[in-house]
């Protein structure tokens, strides 16, 4: 079974820092999840990554395959990004992710 | 597009009631499963089906039951609960269910058992 690890498990930090959250999992994987939960819990899906790097706006994501690690970076952080980043690893087959605890990040005006 | 729907958003069970948590998509998904969330611990998978008719049990499938008569609807039965499934769980699709294919979420039920 996957590990999934992620760090900080909690980050509060000022508006307009530039935020990183990691991902770190166990074993190989063919992709890779970023979730957001806002407050109310609805659950979005952020990015899907399975090599190399993604942007959306304010948000990037990379991942090393080698070292079993992906970053979500946050540029220039607003008070609503506030909610909890979660990280999925999928293993290819049909079974689900294993998911990480989720990073509950904080960002005061 | 309506998306995941679940239904309901709240419930409250007495121990050894039975029920039924309604999980619906209109995207013509082949994917659905249903995940547990519980505080400290990550998302867990329940129960998964990768079309009409095929269903197969996830990392905590004890105590729940589900059925995929068609393509849009996955309800999740708890035949008797226990305050052990006290919880928030959360409906998901995607196209395939393969690692390249993003999930969508419904908005949640949250269900306590006393």
């Known amino acids: 079974k996957n590990e999934v690890e992620q760090s900080p498990q909690n980050l509060t930090a000022q508006e307009g820092e530039f935020i990183t959250i990691n991902c770190s999992y166990s074993?190989?994987?063919?992709?890779l999840h970023w979730l957001q939960q806002h407050p109310g819990g609805g659950i979005v899906s952020l990015f899907m990554?399975?090599?190399g790097k993604k942007k959306h706006g304010r948000l990037i994501a990379t991942i090393n395959i080698q070292e079993k690690h992906s970053s979500l970076h946050i540029t220039a952080s607003h008070p609503r990004d506030s909610a909890v980043y979660i990280c999925?690893?999928?293993?290819?087959?049909?079974?689900?992710?294993?998911f990480g605890k989720g990073t509950h990040l904080i960002i005061q005006p | 597009n309506a998306g995941v729907t679940q239904t309901p958003k709240f419930q409250v069970l007495k121990t050894g009631q039975s029920m039924t948590l309604q999980c619906a998509q209109d995207?013509?998904?082949?994917?659905m499963s249903w995940y547990r969330q519980d505080p400290g611990m990550g998302l867990r998978l329940i129960h998964y089906?990768?079309?009409?008719?095929?269903?197969d049990q996830g990392e905590v499938p004890n105590g729940y039951n589900v059925s995929r008569s068609t393509t849009e609807d996955f309800p999740l039965r708890l035949l008797s609960a226990a305050p052990s499934q006290t919880s928030v769980y959360f409906c998901?699709?995607?196209?395939?269910?393969?690692?390249?294919?993003?999930?969508?979420f419904g908005n949640g039920t949250r269900l306590t058992v006393t």
């Open positions: 998901a699709s995607s196209y395939t269910g393969r690692s390249n294919s993003p999930l969508h």
């Open positions: 074993v190989g994987i063919s992709a």
């Open positions: 990554l399975s090599s």
């Open positions: 999925a690893v999928a293993g290819g087959g049909a079974d689900g992710l294993t």
């Open positions: 995207m013509n998904h082949e994917y």
């Open positions: 089906s990768v079309g009409a008719g095929i269903t």
